[in-house]
Nanobody
Framework: QVQLVESGGGLVQAGGSLRLSCAASGSIFSIRVMGWYRQAPGKQRDLVAT???????NYVDSVKGRFTISRDSAKNTVLLQMSSLKPEDTAVYYC?????????????WGQGTQVTVSS
């Protein structure tokens, strides 16, 4: 079993910064991709950023230049540094980890953490 614990969500003013953290624990053999997704009320869950085991990163266009994803392999932790936050960033943020094993992959999700950006 793999468990993901998220932290760092909260209320912040527009233009401010916030850092989300997601720590993976349990039967971890090989983490291929770690990422963050978000879902605003009445909208679908969208990808925000991902980082591969090789360190390659991808971001949704709306957060490029403002958000930075990073990871600490030794601690099986992925971070999302969010700067210049906008009210449009308000959503529940979910951590995702993709683990490979024997040529197969498995996805695990965090519980979600609320990020609210006030104007």
């Amino acid at each position: 079993q793999v468990q993901l614990v998220e932290s760092g969500g909260g209320l912040v003013q527009a233009g401010g910064s916030l850092r989300l953290s997601c720590a993976a624990s349990g039967s971890i053999f090989s983490i291929r991709v770690m990422g963050w997704y978000r879902q605003a009320p009445g909208k679908q869950r969208d990808l925000v950023a991902t980082i591969t085991s090789g360190g390659s990163t991808n971001y949704v266009d709306s957060v490029k230049g403002r958000f930075t994803i990073s990871r600490d392999s030794a601690k099986n932790t992925v971070l999302l540094q969010m700067s210049s936050l906008k009210p449009e960033d308000t959503a529940v943020y979910y951590c995702n980890v993709r683990i490979t094993s024997g040529g197969m992959y498995f996805d695990y999700w965090g519980q979600g953490t609320q990020v609210t950006v006030s104007s």
